[in-house]
């Protein structure tokens, strides 16, 4: 069974940091990409950043230059570096692991529980 488990979120005020952190646990083969997306309170769940397995980075305009997103593909991790917050990050943030292949050879897409982050102005 896998499982994706998320840490790191909380309450913050506008300018400074957080960090967001997931792994991914059970019979893991490999993963093809890692992402974290958000949700805000009355909008669709929106892509924030996405990693891939060669480490090539895709983020959305609003946190360029602000959030950073690393894996470590040893141990299944992936972190968002959260800096300069502003109230509009506030969300649930979700971890996602793309073409996630299992020891079975079955691959699929796995999200986490969500973790959530409120930035207060």
């Known amino acids: 069974q896998v499982q994706l488990v998320e840490s790191g979120g909380g309450l913050v005020q506008a300018g400074g940091s957080l960090r967001l952190s997931c792994t991914a646990s059970?019979?893991?083969?490999?993963?093809?990409?890692m992402a974290w997306y958000r949700q805000a309170p009355g909008k669709q769940r929106e892509l924030v950043a996405a990693?891939?397995?060669?480490?090539?980075?895709n983020y959305v305009d609003s946190v360029k230059g602000r959030f950073t997103i690393s894996r470590d593909s040893a141990r299944n991790t992936v972190d968002l570096q959260m800096n300069s917050l502003k109230p509009e990050d506030t969300g649930l943030y979700y971890c996602?692991?793309?073409?996630?292949?299992?020891?079975?050879?079955?691959?699929?897409?796995?999200w986490g529980q969500g973790n959530q982050v409120t930035v207060s102005s």
């Open positions: 990693i891939t397995s060669g480490c090539s980075t």
């Open positions: 996602k692991a793309e073409g996630l292949l299992t020891g079975w050879g079955l691959r699929s897409d796995y």
């Open positions: 059970g019979s893991i083969a490999s993963i093809s990409a």
